[in-house]
Every structure is written in C-alpha cells, then in structure tokens.
C-alpha cells in the first residue's frame, strides 16, 4: 500500500493543492482576527458590547469553533477536488483502461488513492487550524485582545476533529461523482456535504464534536465501500 501511495504522489502535482491550502490559512486567520478585534474597536466607537455579543466575540472557544468550521468547510471542499482529480477522473475514458489493466487488485490501487486524498486533505487542515491558532495566540499575547487565557488542549482538540472532518468530507464526495461519473458532480457533493456538516457541528461541543466527526468519518467509510464495489464492476473495454 505504501508503494502505491508513493507511486500516487510521484505522478500527481500537489502544488495547485499546497496553494489552495495557504490560500485558504489567509482567509481564515482574516476572518477570525477581524471577529476578535470587533469588540475593542466597537469600544472604540462608543459602544461597547455587552452580554451574549460579547461572549460571541471574546472568548477562545467560540472564536476556534468558528476558525475551525471555516477551516474544515473550505478544506473539505478542497479534498472534494483533490478526490475528483485522482479517482473520479482518472476511472473514465482511457484512464480507466489503464488503472483496470495494472497487474495490482483493482481495490487496492483505490484504496491508495482515497488515503492520499482522506490524508492530504486532514494533513492541510490540521496544519492550517493549528497554525490559525498558534497565531491569535501569539496576537492576542501581543495586544490582549481577549482576556482570557489561550486553551492549546482546546485548540489541539477542535483542529483534529475539524481535519478529520474535513478529509470524511473529501471521501463522501467520491460516490456522487463516480456514481454519474462527473468532476462536477463530486465538487458539488463536497459544498453540500461541508456546508451539512457546518450545520450540524456549528453549535456543538466537547464530545458533541467528536459525535459527529465519528458519524462523518462512517459515511466516509460507507462512500469508500460503494466506490471500490463500483471500481470492481467496472468492465476494460
């Protein structure tokens, strides 16, 4: 398995990948610093917020919850086109007689390319997150901007279930685009999958999150199920 997934990432360009995932980092960190500063500068202005307002915008938790579901939507999306790039598109015309014709179990080249999409996918989001929070950690130590004390174990907790999160979604996307064969078709699966899942884990917490990570991942293990049975059935012409 490990030869087929160096195999895989010898023959793929991970550079347009690595560009999204820093654009991605950008966009988050703007976004959750412009959400901390909002309370000092509406203090600045004369009015300063006061109870449920305030909790929203200056404490920890509620900020990383919101960095990371940002983070894991916008990563899952990502490991929907890394998916449509190495398995949907790669089983139609002539590379699926090719990826058919290799001397390797037909489940196993598969398998290898839905770790490398599943991996990639949590690796960049896991890095991101936990590089989203190292910096309003080292922010708000600069300018106090939110009284409390940075949770690193909060921080740690919430960026591996979002990245695990966000590789499921990648996964789940694979059994739309290969049941219509279409690139298109998994992109799409992936918004909607991630936009649910935002839905659903937006106001959760503690092992709420990890409920759901482990519903996510299922789904993830079931759309894997249904795309290897595919692969399996599919004739060389």
């Not at 959400?35 to 200056?58: K, Q, T």
Request: with cysteine; charged share 10%.
């Amino acid at each position: 398995m490990g030869k087929l997934m160096n195999l895989e990432l010898r023959r793929t360009d991970l550079r347009p990948y690595l560009w999204g995932a820093v654009w991605i980092f950008l966009a988050v960190v703007a976004l959750n610093g412009l959400m901390a500063a909002i309370p000092a500068v509406s203090a600045s202005l004369g009015e300063p917020m006061e109870g449920d307002d305030l909790l929203m915008f200056s404490w920890w938790e509620n900020l990383l919850l919101l960095s990371g579901v940002l983070n894991m939507a916008c990563f899952g999306v990502l490991g929907g086109v890394i998916g449509a790039r190495l398995v949907v598109s790669e089983y139609r015309g002539k590379g699926a007689i090719l990826l058919l014709s290799y001397p390797v179990s037909r489940s196993a080249v598969l398998l290898a390319k839905c770790l490398l999409v599943f991996g990639l996918t949590a690796g960049l989001a896991l890095a991101s997150h936990l590089a989203v929070g190292a910096g309003l950690a080292l922010c708000s130590g600069l300018n106090q901007f939110v009284p409390q004390n940075f949770d690193w174990g909060l921080l740690l907790s919430l960026s591996a279930a979002f990245a695990l999160m966000a590789g499921a979604v990648g996964l789940v996307s694979l059994a739309p685009g290969m049941a219509r064969g279409s690139v298109p078709a998994a992109i799409v699966s992936a918004v909607a999958a991630a936009c649910l899942a935002c839905q659903c884990v937006s106001t959760v917490r503690g092992a709420g999150l990890w409920l759901w990570t482990a519903g996510m991942l299922l789904l993830a293990g079931l759309s894997l199920l249904w795309t290897m049975g595919r692969v399996e059935r599919l004739e060389v012409l």
